[in-house]
């Protein structure tokens, strides 16, 4: 019997790579996403379940039975409008999949935090999300990994000036995100979703919190 995942957030870009990734993964016989709005991705493995996150408490348990929970759940302070509506994308809704996950016993809950996530953060983008792993933390999931990818690359269908910088650098300075700021090294979303499921399939001890720096290495063990 193969594993059944759940996708929050395939409409983003690492949550479409994950989406990408999973259904080309023979391990994985059941996928559902949980969507505002429908995917344009047909798949007979495929399930798009359209939701209200503010009713997330709604799903049935047993949707979330020995599954991997994927959290790629994410939103910009410009695009949420303010503080109460990042709050509820970043934390609130994540908090309560990892809720879910816990009462009905799911596999794994593998999320997309952020470099510098720290509870105690003076910055509220960071705080939100230190509070979000450290509350996740206090769940004790059965097994729970934390990805702190620092800028994200990929297809955005958009130009972004410090992403495009930020990839150049790392392209041509390799050695610039050594040692100390390897956290701050930028990322690839499609290594993301590799790590991401390198930690649900892979048995044996995983780090708990994974930097940035550490994620393709971590995407390379699907190749093996």
Not at 77 to 90: C, I, L, N, Q
Not at 210 to 222: D, E, F, V, Y
Request: glycine content about 10%; hydrophobic content about 45%.
């Amino acid at each position: 019997m193969g594993r059944r995942a759940i996708i929050a957030g395939a409409t983003g870009l690492v949550g479409g790579e994950l989406v990408k990734l999973l259904l080309g993964m023979r391990e994985y016989e059941a996928i559902t996403v949980l969507v505002r709005r429908r995917i344009n991705v047909a798949h007979p493995r495929l399930t798009q379940l359209v939701i209200d996150y503010e009713k997330l408490g709604e799903l049935p348990p047993e949707l979330f039975a020995e599954t991997d929970v994927y959290c790629a759940l994410g939103t910009t302070m410009k695009k949420a409008g303010s503080k109460e509506s990042f709050e509820r994308v970043d934390y609130h809704y994540p908090m309560e999949l990892g809720k879910l996950a816990k009462r009905a016993g799911a596999a794994s809950y593998l999320l997309v935090s952020s470099t510098g996530a720290d509870a105690n953060s003076k910055f509220f983008y960071t705080r939100v999300k230190g509070r979000l792993e450290r509350d996740l933390q206090s769940l004790s999931l059965r097994s729970l990994h934390l990805f702190r990818p620092s800028l994200i690359l990929g297809d955005r269908g958009e130009f972004r000036f410090g992403e495009s910088v930020a990839a150049k650098l790392s392209a041509w300075m390799p050695l610039l995100f050594a040692g100390p700021l390897g956290k701050y090294k930028p990322v690839h979303a499609e290594a993301i979703a590799g790590a991401m499921a390198a930690a649900a399939l892979t048995k044996g001890t995983f780090e708990r919190i994974i930097p940035s720096n550490r994620i393709g290495s971590m995407a390379s063990l699907l190749r093996k």
